[in-house]
């Protein structure tokens, strides 16, 4: 990315300034997304931060997925299932993905 300024045209400025906003709020988004996930993994499993960070950064490269994908897929299926109880109960815990050390293999995403 360069500097907005760079170019000399007012144009060319504004186009820059949006591809980089654009490309901020894309970060802020994925950042988000990715704390989520990490503080589901915290929960179900009683993972530290790292933990859980450690855990989606190797599951990302022995699936060879983005990181913010496997994050996205485990924030949508807790969201998915919130929206199939309805009706406030806690929901039953279960396993999204093996704990880190369990020794279980990494299963393929579907």
């Not at 901020?24 to 503080?39: C, F, K």
């Not at 807790?78 to 109880?85: G, S, V």
Request: charged share 25%.
């Amino acid at each position: 990315m360069h500097d907005v300024g760079d170019t000399g045209s007012p144009d060319e400025d504004l186009s820059a300034a949006r591809c980089e906003v654009e490309g901020l709020r894309a970060a802020l988004e994925t950042r988000h997304t990715i704390g989520l996930a990490q503080g589901i993994l915290m929960a179900r499993h009683t993972l530290t931060v790292a933990q859980a960070f450690d855990y989606l950064r190797r599951r990302s490269q022995s699936d060879n997925v983005k990181l913010r994908e496997i994050a996205v897929d485990l924030v949508a299926e807790l969201d998915a299932a919130h929206r199939t109880t309805g009706d406030g109960r806690a929901l039953e815990p279960h396993v999204v993905a093996d704990p880190p050390g369990s020794g279980a293999p990494v299963r393929q995403r579907t």
